[in-house]
């Protein structure tokens, strides 16, 4: 079936640049998703890419996909304290999919940012 | 505002208890998932549903069921069959394909046993 990784810890100092990573196997995929969570609460839809883009900018935030190596990273610009929580990578199948609708999710990546 | 609301926020379960997760949204939405989330863990489906009366198991339906009578509500029933119910239960809505489908999430039940 389909699976989603990431790398589980991430730590950088306030003011850098924080790079998420998320590699996933399903070709077909056609939406890719990243939430946020902060403790104690549910998912947050961050942002999103479609599986014919290469690159969404929204503000702080830069999403990469490289289809070939199916492999996506999040990007936040001078990363604050309050980007500290965990980010979930996800992908949704094509609509003809039989799992149409159901996401995948990663096991999500824990972001400390130091001060 | 339109949203998706789990309550309660805390709930406590006793020995060969049922207790009952609810979840309603007024987004407007077909689908409705629950997901279960243990610490340092991502989500694992537990059942989901595209259309009111109908359901499927996810990864992990055993000691779990739900009903779907009305579009807005998927409540959730932990059962005592469920032996490790302690965890972090999420409900998510979202449109139908071939719509862009990005889940709409609660902020949570935390269960944990007496």
């Known amino acids: 079936g389909e699976d989603v990784e990431q790398s589980l810890f991430l730590s950088v100092r306030e003011g850098d640049s924080s790079v998420i990573n998320c590699t996933y196997t399903?070709?077909?995929?056609?939406?890719l998703y990243w939430y946020k969570q902060e403790p104690g609460a549910g998912l947050q839809l961050l942002t999103y890419i479609f599986s014919n883009m290469d690159m969404k900018q929204d503000q702080r935030l830069t999403v990469l996909l490289n289809k070939k190596d199916k492999h996506l990273s999040l990007r936040i610009a001078d990363t604050q304290t309050g980007d500290s929580a965990i980010y979930f990578c996800a992908e949704t199948p094509p609509p003809i999919n039989t799992n149409a609708g159901k996401s995948t999710f990663g096991d999500g990546t824990t972001l400390t940012v130091k001060p | 505002d339109g949203g998706i609301t789990q309550s309660p926020k805390y709930l406590f379960r006793k020995e060969g208890q049922n207790v009952t997760l609810s979840c309603e949204q007024n987004l407007n939405h077909d689908a409705m998932y629950w997901y279960r989330q243990d610490p340092g863990q991502g989500l694992r489906l537990i059942y989901y549903?595209?259309?009111?009366?109908?359901?499927q198991k996810g990864d992990i339906a055993e000691g779990y069921s739900v009903s779907r009578e009305k579009k807005e509500s998927f409540p959730l029933t932990v059962t005592s069959a469920q032996k490790n119910p302690t965890a972090f239960y999420l409900c998510a809505s979202s449109r139908n394909p071939p719509d862009n489908q990005p889940q709409h999430f609660g902020d949570g039940t935390r269960l944990s046993i007496l």
């Open positions: 399903d070709s077909s995929s056609t939406y």
């Open positions: 549903s595209q259309i009111v009366n109908d359901f």
